[in-house]
C-alpha cells in the first residue's frame, strides 16, 4: 500500500521503531573521507530522515551490518567457553536495487550454501529493508547490465521530495506503523540506463585463464582489498583469537573481513601459498563474481554497484577487466 507523508511524519516513526530496531543508511561522516578535510559516505545509525543521503552512492555497502567487520563470535577461558551475545535490536537497512539484489548472494553463501550460519542468520533473521530509488545512474553503476537495477522484494520503498515522502509499504509489520489517511499507488524509481555497460561473453569458460589480459593486473595491482571491502557481495573472512592474559588462558574468537587480493590469503601450513601474483588474484576475482558463481545458482555475483572502480587508487576498472573477456578467449582460441 502506498502513503504520501511528511517529513514530520516519517520522523516520528523512525522514532518509534528505533524501540525495537537500528536504523541504518548511507549518511555523511564529515572529515573521513580519503583526503584532508573531505567527507565519506558510508553506513550509520540515522535518528531522522534528514540525516540520510539519497543523492550519493555509499562509499561502502550495507554488508557491514549483517556481517560486522570484525564479529566476535564466542569468550574462551581456560575451560569454559561462552558465547557472544546476540544484538539486542533487529536491523532496518536503507538500501538501493543493487545492494538488496546483494542481499540474496549474502544469503547464498550464508544461508543455502549446505549449512546455515548462525551468527549470520540471527542478525538476517531481524533484518529489514527499504529500498531507496535511483532516478539517475551515478558514477561506474552498471547495474543494467547485470539486471539488477530493478527489485520489488523490498519491506518497503521511500522516496522524499521536498517535505513530503512516498512510501509503499509491503511488510505487515510496517503497514500499521506507515499507514495514513492519504493512500496513493507509489512506485520505486529505478534507472534504465548507464554510462558504463559489460557483456560477458556467452562462450566464458575456464580457458581464459591462460590469457595474457591478466599480466596487466600484476604490474598495476597493489594488493589493497579495498575492492573487497567494499562490494556488497564479497563474503570472505579469516579467524583471529584475541588473548587478554600473557599466559593465553582467556580471550575471544573474532572472525574479521578477508580479500582475496590481500598477502597471506591463501597461504597455508608448511609456508605454501596460491595466487602469489596479483593478476592470478585478480583472475580469480573477476571469475568468481561472473562465471562459477553463476553456474551454481543461475545469476552473476556481481551486481554492477562500482563501487570497485570507484574506489581503486590504481584506477583498475573491473567493468573494464569484465568486458575484456571476449578479447581474451578469441586469444586463448587463436593460441590453440
Not at 2 to 27: C, F, H, Q, R, T
Not at 193 to 210: G, R
Not at 238 to 256: H, P, S
Not at 306 to 312: A, K, N, T
Request: net charge negative; with cysteine.
Amino acid at each position: 500500500m502506498g502513503y504520501k507523508l511528511s517529513k514530520k511524519n516519517i520522523n516520528d516513526i523512525i522514532k518509534d521503531l528505533s524501540k525495537e530496531y537500528v536504523i541504518y543508511a548511507p549518511k555523511t561522516f564529515e572529515g573521513q573521507g580519503t583526503f584532508s578535510d573531505t567527507d565519506r559516505i558510508r553506513y550509520g545509525e540515522i535518528n531522522a530522515i534528514d540525516e540520510i543521503v539519497f543523492d550519493k552512492k555509499a562509499e561502502y555497502s550495507y554488508k557491514e551490518v549483517l556481517l560486522p567487520i570484525s564479529q566476535t563470535l564466542f569468550y574462551f577461558t581456560e575451560d569454559s567457553i561462552k558465547e557472544a551475545d546476540a544484538p539486542k535490536k533487529g536491523a532496518i537497512i536503507f538500501l538501493r536495487s543493487c545492494d538488496l539484489h546483494a542481499v540474496k548472494r549474502m544469503d547464498d553463501i550464508y544461508l543455502r550454501n549446505g549449512q546455515e550460519d548462525y551468527y549470520y542468520k540471527r542478525v538476517r533473521e531481524n533484518a529489514k529493508f527499504i529500498l531507496m530509488g535511483c532516478e539517475n545512474s551515478f558514477e561506474n553503476c552498471f547495474c543494467v547490465s547485470m539486471e539488477t537495477n530493478k527489485n520489488d522484494e523490498y519491506n518497503a520503498y521511500l522516496k522524499v521530495d521536498g517535505d513530503n515522502v512516498y512510501v509503499d509499504v509491503k511488510d505487515e509489520a510496517l503497514e500499521s506503523i506507515f499507514r495514513n489517511d492519504e493512500t496513493l499507488d507509489v512506485k520505486p524509481d529505478y534507472v534504465t540506463e548507464n554510462s558504463v555497460k559489460v557483456s560477458i561473453p556467452d562462450n566464458l569458460s575456464l580457458d581464459v585463464m591462460k590469457s595474457e589480459m591478466w599480466k596487466e593486473y600484476s604490474a598495476r595491482c597493489i594488493a589493497c582489498g579495498r575492492c573487497n571491502f567494499v562490494c556488497p557481495t564479497c563474503t570472505c573472512f579469516t579467524m583471529q583469537d584475541i588473548f587478554y592474559t600473557d599466559n593465553g588462558k582467556a580471550g575471544e574468537r573474532r572472525r574479521v573481513w578477508a580479500s582475496c587480493h590481500v598477502d597471506g590469503y591463501t597461504d597455508m601450513a608448511g609456508g605454501h601459498s596460491f595466487r602469489l601474483d596479483k593478476g592470478q588474484r585478480m583472475r580469480f576475482k573477476v571469475l568468481h563474481k561472473v562465471y562459477d558463481y553463476k553456474k551454481k545458482w543461475g545469476y552473476h555475483m556481481c551486481v554492477g554497484c562500482g563501487r570497485c572502480d570507484d574506489i581503486c587508487p590504481e584506477y583498475i576498472s573491473f567493468s573494464n577487466c569484465v568486458n575484456k573477456l571476449k578479447d581474451g578467449m578469441k586469444e586463448v582460441a587463436d593460441n590453440e
